[in-house]
């Protein structure tokens, strides 16, 4: 996506003295990682991070107190010690930062840097879903607490042309399926990239699975300068972590004097050069068994019951998607689980869906799942409220189904958004859904964080 017009500023990417783990004071780089904090598994995930290494990132991004108050002051009683101890230190200068992930033939890489954080009506970075407040609040607390960004997130921007010999896997940027070499990159940005990895890396290091990371540093003024002069033509798509970003926002916004706070941590992808994945997020209604959920939608929706496991049950949904778009009516499917067996939920009935899917808005968005789930389902037929005690948000669709069953609620379990309907409806201005969409390959967090006390 590119910005119209010669005055526009775009993308703006600094360099900054990333605050990173000293190798020889932790027992792997992979065991002081994280996956982001709103995709571990909560509670199994974090225990398992938490034990992995006394010094794993999780212990700042996700603390443990008995209040709010005390996690956020944990976190940075926390960061503090660690670089007194020498667990983590700043690099020497300000740099930005070549990352990648390799996940057998699939290869993604990037810039990770500061970006200037534009005035929201300039269009440069574009969200495509609303945000909860309550966690917009978390993790304001926890940013002003530590004085630091700690994870990066994922921003997709269309480049000038395709990669030089990477392989894509999923969906581009205009919608059309990726999956194979690419092309020689033309712009300024890819030509950095393209140099630093013929170069030792900064670090490297295989996660449990089974991805390795790599992460270069860049600091050469002439390509720093042609970073710089690239990216100034584009806009970029939140693609990962819209309440990082509204969080970026609300702090700016607090301060009235230039400084750190004018920069987020972001880690900026060509998606015409390695094509990101698209996947749903699934819903955990935790205090909703299936016994009560499938008798309230029975009038509603066409229901039955689908033969698992829980791959094939996947399989079933999706094509029950597919078959609907080229159907008339509603292309709304769900996949229900909690006890013991998998039932799919299509066909709504359209008068139900007019009377209570909101006007008003493109019909792209109003025939989301995630908008008849939540408008149509959620609201109307399941009443329940939104909120962490009612809903948990999982990446994992087996995490989520096994949650289900033993607390005995119910896994709503989505198909995953096209990604041009992404695009468009954030062209449009028009936000989907909080949790519509999961794009990755996402960066791990923990090797490289961004504190806002250095100089």
């Given at each position: ?311 094939r049950a996947l399989e079933t949904l999706a094509e029950a998607v597919e078959t609907a778009r080229a159907e008339p009516g509603a292309p709304n499917a769900f996949l229900l ?119």
């Amino acid at each position: 996506m590119s910005i119209p017009g010669p005055g526009g500023q775009g993308l703006q990417l600094t360099p900054f003295r990333g605050l990173r783990y000293v190798a020889e004071r932790v027992g792997s780089l992979a065991a002081v990682t994280s996956p982001p904090y709103d995709v571990v598994v909560r509670p199994e995930g974090l225990r398992e991070l938490e034990t992995a290494d006394p010094y794993n990132i999780v212990r700042l991004i996700l603390p443990q107190a008995g209040t709010p108050e005390a996690r956020h002051r944990k976190a940075a009683e926390t960061l503090r010690r660690w670089q007194a101890d020498g667990v983590l230190a700043p690099d020497p200068e300000p740099a930005l930062y070549v990352y990648e992930q390799r996940d057998g033939p699939t290869v993604q890489r990037g810039l990770i840097g500061a970006l200037r954080l534009s005035p929201r009506e300039e269009g440069i970075v574009l969200p495509h879903e609303d945000v909860m407040p309550h966690i917009v609040e978390d993790r304001a607390d926890l940013m002003r607490a530590t004085a630091a960004h700690l994870e990066p997130l994922l921003l997709a921007y269309r480049g000038n042309g395709n990669g030089n010999g990477a392989s894509g896997n999923g969906t581009s940027g205009n919608g059309a399926s990726g999956n194979g070499a690419a092309g020689q990159g033309t712009g300024g940005a890819a030509q950095v990239i393209e140099r630093a990895i013929l170069r030792e890396p900064l670090l490297s290091t295989t996660t449990e699975d089974g991805v390795d990371h790599h992460l270069w540093r860049v600091t050469n003024p002439a390509d720093l300068v042609e970073v710089s002069t690239d990216l100034r033509h584009h806009q970029a798509l939140i693609a990962d972590g819209h309440h990082r970003w509204a969080t970026y926002l609300r702090l700016r916004e607090e301060r009235r004097e230039p400084g750190p706070w004018d920069f987020g941590l972001v880690l900026l992808v060509d998606t015409a050069r390695y094509p990101l994945r698209v996947r749903a997020i699934h819903r955990l209604l935790r205090q909703l068994a299936p016994d009560e959920a499938l008798p309230a939608v029975r009038h509603a929706f066409r229901v039955r019951t689908i033969d698992g496991p829980l791959p094939r049950a996947l399989e079933t949904l999706a094509e029950a998607v597919e078959t609907a778009r080229a159907e008339p009516g509603a292309p709304n499917a769900f996949l229900l689980a909690g006890d013991g067996h998998f039932h799919l939920l299509d066909r709504p009935d359209p008068e139900l869906l007019a009377r209570t899917v909101p006007d008003g808005r493109p019909e792209a968005w109003r025939t989301l799942d995630a908008t008849v789930l939540h408008h149509t389902l959620l609201d109307q037929l399941w009443n329940v409220p939104d909120t962490p005690e009612h809903i948990g948000y999982l990446h994992d669709p087996t995490a989520a189904v096994e949650q289900a069953e033993r607390l005995g609620g119910t896994a709503v379990l989505m198909h995953p958004v096209r990604e041009d309907v992404v695009h468009e409806l954030a062209r449009q201005g028009v936000a989907m859904p909080h949790k519509s969409t999961s794009f990755g390959p996402k960066p791990a967090t923990g090797l490289v964080l961004r504190s806002l006390t250095l100089g």
